[in-house]
């Protein structure tokens, strides 16, 4: 039987502890200091010892970010009023129309349209069984050619207009409203961009296109 007033038993358990060990792993656990901490407060200096290539993404990608937007916004498209809106006075309510949506007005020209540039504006065409009665019609008087200006004014522009035939053109178009007849549908606009770049080519000189900002500009676009 154990003397309980012997001290041996009231002494205190002594645990030892490899020293190494503990050393080791509170080492393991501290953060690692930065190799180079003047990058993270000169971000200049971190791009600056990135390649070249990685230098050009980092800078350029904004600008060019912002020049397809300033792009989309500077899409133009090509519309003519034919002869017979002309001779019903159609011209301004159809200008007011792309002026409300908020499109620019880029260029314009009233002319008696050749045969020859009617031929070309036409050219694809040519095989089609009404193409000799669709330019002799366009020539049949004077016509009122534009340039407009615009995001997706394009496609946007070929809506406000409504469908060739003004029968299945909707109300508030401009053929739904004041057409009856495919084969008097007043007024013509490109189909595509590329469409719309070889119109504006044809029938306007590079020098007879107007560009400026409209005050109106910061009210239509973000």
């Known amino acids: 039987m154990l003397n ?5 038993y009231c002494l205190p358990i002594k645990v030892r502890f490899d020293q190494s060990t ?49 792009a989309a916004k500077a899409e133009r498209t090509f519309i003519a009023i034919k002869p017979d809106g002309v ?12 002026e409300q949506k908020g499109f620019r007005l880029v ?24 193409y000799p009665g669709l330019v002799k019609y366009m ?4 016509v009122v050619a534009m340039v407009w200006e615009g995001l997706n004014v394009v496609k946007t522009g070929r809506v406000m207009l409504g469908e060739t035939n003004p ?13 009856i007849e495919v084969g008097r549908n007043i007024i013509h ?12 080519a044809l029938w306007f000189k590079p020098e007879e296109l107007v560009s400026f900002k409209s005050c109106a500009y910061d009210w239509i676009y973000e």
């Open 4 to 8: 309980q007033s012997d001290d041996r």
């Open 189 to 200: 606009g490109s189909d595509s961009v590329e469409s719309a770049n070889k119109e504006v």
């Open 107 to 130: 260029a314009l020209k009233f002319l008696q349209a050749s045969e020859e540039l009617l031929k070309q504006h036409y050219i694809d065409l040519k095989d089609r069984p009404f």
């Open 167 to 179: 029968a299945d053109s909707k109300p508030g178009t401009i053929r739904g409203d004041f057409c």
């Open 22 to 70: 503990t050393q080791t792993s509170r080492s393991s656990t501290k953060p690692r200091p930065l190799s180079r901490p003047w990058l993270y407060k000169r971000p200049e200096r971190w791009a600056a010892s990135r390649s070249l290539p990685f230098q050009l993404g980092v800078f350029l990608c904004p600008v060019l970010a912002l020049y397809s937007v300033m």
């Open 87 to 98: 001779q019903r006075g159609l011209i301004g309510d159809i200008i007011k129309r792309f």
């Open 139 to 142: 020539g049949s008087g004077p």
